[in-house]
């Protein structure tokens, strides 16, 4: 079998909150040698039919595509994000979830736009243009336009007085639950990885709490090698997939070109003693 060295199992295109289009996604990650890309947008897999084609067109410089979805879920109250990769993006229940979050995300936009309304934002005419766009409706949208209408300097400052937690604009999503979320990832024939679980805020307990439903629920795989992430926590989660039996999967969550810290295709390597868990996608897609 090859050994792969450039693996991306984590990126964003503009059908969600990243900022380049599927095909672009793929032209920046041929660029940087990439020779395995997951598309995972949140809670679509719109650009993926786009991004294989992309592929198949760039003929043997291109990356091994992976199509997937980054679902958004809830456990314990605490928003959790799973990556599906190597989905059967037609699947049905796969459909069905994805078109209950896209209604939730339509609905929670259009109530933060009420919410800015009521701050003396023009809210709900922000909102009600990004309703009118395809794709995943994020918060990110919402920052990028109070960054365009000269509200706020940036999306961090958009996102610090504004949009996140405790903030006038917020407003909680209702996602569903974390291990419903990984049953539909395994029946849509993928494998499910924690993403990014250092950004939780859990104590250590919490995360091998968090690990264990995970891996419980059918969870396959946990993200160690991310990109920006500290030697530290790198650490902790190699020790989780250790633990846990997961496997290891290299992520940039690479949303938009010009963020130093996260480029497309980190080619960080895993830890030793941790699976990856590009392997068992390469068996999948010899
Ligand atoms: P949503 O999934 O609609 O809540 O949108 C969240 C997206 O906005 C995330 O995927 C991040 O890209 C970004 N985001 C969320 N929280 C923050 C924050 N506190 N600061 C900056 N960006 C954030
Ligand atoms: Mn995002
Ligand atoms: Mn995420
Ligand atoms: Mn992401």
Redesign the pocket.
């Known amino acids: 079998m090859t050994t792969l060295e450039r693996i991306d199992l984590h990126t964003?295109s503009n059908c969600?909150?990243g900022t380049l289009e599927p095909s672009a996604l793929v032209a920046a990650a041929i660029q940087r040698q990439v020779q395995m890309l997951a598309l995972t947008d949140?809670?679509t897999v719109a650009g993926c039919n786009e991004a294989r084609a992309a592929c198949a067109a760039a003929g043997t410089a291109a990356p091994r595509f992976i199509p997937g979805i980054?679902l958004?879920c809830d456990w314990l109250g605490r928003?959790i994000?799973v990556v599906g990769l190597d989905i059967d993006m037609q699947h049905e229940a796969l459909q069905a979830h994805v078109g209950l979050l896209q209604r939730l995300?339509r609905e929670?936009?259009a109530a933060m736009g009420h919410r800015l309304d009521a701050a003396g934002l023009p809210g709900s005419v922000l909102a009600q243009e990004i309703l009118a766009q395809e794709g995943?409706?994020?918060?990110?949208?919402?920052?990028r336009a109070l960054v365009r209408e000269g509200h706020v300097e940036d999306?961090?400052a958009?996102?610090?007085r504004w949009?996140?937690?405790g903030r006038p604009g917020y407003v909680p999503?209702q996602w569903p639950d974390l291990a419903a979320t990984v049953q539909c990832i395994r029946q849509a024939g993928g494998l499910a990885v924690l993403a990014h679980a250092q950004r939780y805020q859990l104590s250590a307990g919490g995360l091998r709490e968090l690990a264990a439903r995970f891996r419980d629920s059918g969870g396959a795989g946990i993200e160690v090698s991310i990109a920006g992430i500290s030697p530290g926590d790198t650490d902790r989660l190699a020790a989780l997939a250790r633990r846990f039996g997961l496997a290891g999967s290299i992520a940039s969550?690479f949303?938009e070109p010009g963020i130093p810290w996260r480029p497309v295709g980190r080619f960080a390597k895993l830890p030793d003693g941790i699976q990856p868990i590009h392997e068992e996608l390469l068996r999948r897609n010899p």
């Open positions: 964003h969600s909150d949140h809670d980054e958004s928003e994000h995300r929670r936009v995943s409706a994020t918060r990110m949208h919402l920052a999306t961090q958009a996102f610090d949009l996140k937690r999503a969550d949303h």
